[in-house]
């Protein structure tokens, strides 16, 4: 299939090509598979880069599919847990959810340690300040 693409500001254009080795493939179908190529590239690199699918040891093909199966689940519920945040999944990658909630494991576990649990005040003040240590992009700017 061929594509003029064409900027609408500027009204240069460029013609696309798009290939499939299925003839019986209709332009619309070929269309929205190149539309959907990207996020899946997204997927395979955060599920390489974040959720352990470069690192895995496994050679049999029971382990590799249940490694597979649970890098790409994972990437899934990154996803959701990131939405549950007011900021912008832009803003919040999933870094900034990791580093969240190895600093809510962190305070959970020092939190332990002490001889009286802190009113919850101070609580929610530390779990703020600890949650954000390892994060890139803050929830909060300030913390009072």
């Known amino acids: 299939m061929i594509l003029v693409k064409t900027n609408l500001r500027t009204q240069a254009w460029a013609h696309v090509i798009l290939f499939s080795s299925d003839l019986a493939l209709s332009w619309q179908c070929l269309l929205d598979y190149y539309h959907l190529r990207f ?56 870094l900034d959810l990791k580093a969240y909630y190895r600093g809510h494991k962190y305070l959970t576990e020092i939190i332990k340690l002490l001889p009286a649990k802190p009113d919850e005040f101070l609580l929610t003040r530390l779990f703020r300040r600890i949650a954000e240590l390892g994060s890139i992009h803050p929830i909060s700017a300030s913390i009072p």
Do not use: C, Y
Not at 87 to 93: C, G, Q, R, T
């Open 39 to 94: 996020q899946i590239e997204f997927n395979f690199r955060d599920v390489k880069q974040f959720w352990g699918m470069e690192d895995f040891m496994n050679i049999k093909a029971t382990p590799v599919t249940n490694a597979v199966h649970l890098s790409f689940f994972m990437i899934h519920i990154a996803a959701a847990l990131r939405r549950s945040f007011s900021v912008a999944p832009a803003a919040f990658s999933v």
